[in-house]
């Protein structure tokens, strides 16, 4: 009887001993996560793309849902007038830990606070949220294109549905202070910067498209009535007819000259003439 206790003590403490081993190193590979992925998600960035990115502070525990970062910059490279691209003053969410391995996360409560974006177009005509967004997800080198169209006809897959993003973020707050635009091509820098101070309070979120419209109604009532003296062309005179339009006609005529002006930002200028 004395061997029988004696035995389940010594399972018992052997089991208690294993239970602490799994916790220390759950703890060890949670600091570890913390501590190295600042480092690794900036130098990553930098290596890719050329663009300086600093983050002050990041926290993020796979084992608890929790995200949080203070302090990232994104900052232009040196063949660019203005150094300013990208600052985001905080970034926090509270999720369903045990969601974020299904198909369908679940954000209880999330916050952004952005202090500015800004658009620059430097002497060569090179928008930086362009150039950022094409170094970062470049695009496949152009093959032949006969030799493409046969291939594409002999391995063609039949076309999919695209899969739609499940989420659900009960409770999102977006701020988002400034809006920064220049034009370096011409002889005269154009330089207009905007006080957005942009707040809302979303709730139940389940379609990207439901974070747009705000933002957007925001974005033509403020930057519009001046955007012609950045962005050559009718762009301006379209943002402008926007924000005089009335309540029924702002919502489409402000689609519309956002993507406008959009296309117009992002677009290359065409070479002139040489003399």
Request: glycine share 6%; proline share 7%; no cysteine.
């Amino acid at each position: 009887m004395n061997l029988s206790t004696s035995a389940r003590a010594q399972r018992g403490g052997v089991f208690f001993k294993l239970v602490l081993f799994l916790v220390v190193l759950i703890g060890v590979v949670v600091t570890a996560w913390i501590l190295v992925l600042p480092n690794l998600l900036t130098s990553t960035l930098k290596k890719r793309t050329g663009f300086d990115v600093k983050i002050n502070d990041l926290t993020l525990n796979p084992f608890t849902g929790r995200l949080h970062f203070d302090g990232f910059v994104i900052s232009n490279p040196s063949t660019f007038a203005r150094p300013e691209f990208l600052d985001i003053r905080t970034v926090r969410a509270e999720a369903d830990a045990a969601s974020l391995f299904s198909d369908k996360p679940v954000i209880h409560d999330a916050e952004i606070d952005v202090g500015h974006i800004s658009l620059i177009r430097n002497q060569d005509g090179t928008l930086n949220a362009a150039l950022f967004q094409e170094r970062l997800f470049p695009s496949e080198p152009p093959a032949d294109p006969k030799a493409k169209k046969d291939e594409k006809e002999k391995t063609a897959p039949k076309p999919q549905p695209a899969k739609k993003l499940n989420f659900l973020i009960e409770r999102l707050t977006v701020k988002f202070d400034k809006v920064i635009l220049a034009n370096y091509t011409a002889a005269k820098p154009q330089v207009k910067e905007y006080d957005l101070k942009f707040s809302h309070v979303y709730t139940n979120v389940t379609d990207p498209k439901q974070l747009a419209q705000p933002v957007v109604q925001k974005l033509v009532s403020v930057v519009g009535s001046a955007i012609s003296a950045l962005i050559p062309g009718d762009m301006g005179k379209i943002l402008g007819n926007a924000t005089q339009s009335g309540a029924d006609s702002f919502r489409e005529t402000g689609k519309k000259a956002v993507t406008d002006v959009l296309k117009s930002v992002t677009a290359t200028p065409e070479a002139k003439p040489t003399p």
